[in-house]
């Protein structure tokens, strides 16, 4: 009796435990998916700017306005987290204030904390009621 027990709390806990296990890689919505920025904090981009995002396989990969960029990102249920963020350092002369849109562009995605994809589009917010709002990329 004693070993049905054991054998029957083995099993429980196996299958509680992978209950509970995040959504990996292979169960990713996001990846394998290019977009593109349409707007972040309701705010259209500078006419001539084009920034964009890429998953895949964890990582998180595009062209911020200016420079290229890169990390790592990890999504769980609705929430997402970008980390290890790195960048070209190029200097763009235009248009203007297209560096200090970069630089909030890639501040907005280092704190992203939730995602939806809602009528074609992705949603990436950094806070409760701003987002990152982007749309699926043209393939060439």
């Not at 290229?68 to 070209?88: M, N, P």
Request: proline share 3%.
């Amino acid at each position: 009796m004693k070993r049905f027990n054991w054998l029957t709390a083995l099993v429980c806990s196996a299958v509680l435990v992978s209950s509970c296990s995040p959504i990996g890689v292979t169960n990713d919505p996001l990846d394998e998916t290019s977009w593109e920025l349409y707007a972040y904090r309701k705010t259209a981009l500078l006419e001539g700017s084009t920034i964009t995002i890429r998953f895949e396989d964890g990582q998180v990969s595009g062209n911020s306005g200016c420079n290229g960029y890169g990390g790592r990102y990890e999504v769980y249920g609705d929430r997402i987290t970008v980390s290890e963020l790195f960048s070209t350092m190029m200097a763009c002369l235009g248009p203007e204030g297209l560096m200090e849109q970069e630089q909030r562009y890639l501040g907005y995605l280092g704190t992203a904390r939730t995602y939806r994809l809602k009528d074609g589009q992705l949603l990436v917010y950094w806070n409760e009621h701003e987002a990152l709002t982007f749309v699926p990329a043209v393939q060439e």
